[in-house]
């Protein structure tokens, strides 16, 4: 069974950063992309930052120049390092795995940003 399971978010004051985790498991192909979306209230789930296995990275207009994502291929994991946040950085952030034909999602971890 394939299992997202995304740490690291919480409570941040503006300008401050976090680091979010993301673990797969249960994954039988090879995992061709990992990234993140999120979804603030009232808002429509976008895209912010994605990683494929061939080391292409592409961010969001709203956080490029404050994000850097990674992947650790031998753990099975996806990390977003985000400074400098904002207030409207405030969503709840899922990861994704595109593996095979298919695409998984973690359960989301909020990220509020307020001071």
């Known amino acids: 069974q394939v299992q997202l399971v995304e740490s690291g978010g919480g409570l941040v004051q503006p300008g401050g950063s976090l680091r979010l985790s993301c673990a797969a498991s249960?994954?039988?192909?090879?995992?061709?992309?990992m990234g993140w979306y999120r979804q603030a209230p009232g808002k429509q789930r976008e895209l912010v930052a994605f990683?494929?296995?061939?080391?292409?990275?592409n961010y969001a207009d709203s956080v490029k120049g404050r994000s850097t994502v990674s992947r650790d291929d031998a753990q099975n994991t996806v990390h977003l390092q985000m400074n400098s946040l904002k207030p409207d950085d405030t969503a709840v952030y899922y990861c994704?795995?595109?593996?095979?034909?298919?695409?998984?999602w973690g359960q989301g971890t909020q990220v509020i940003v307020s001071s």
């Open positions: 990683i494929t296995s061939g080391g292409k990275i």
């Open positions: 249960g994954i039988s192909f090879k995992i061709e992309v």
């Open positions: 994704y795995v595109d593996a095979g034909l298919g695409r998984h």
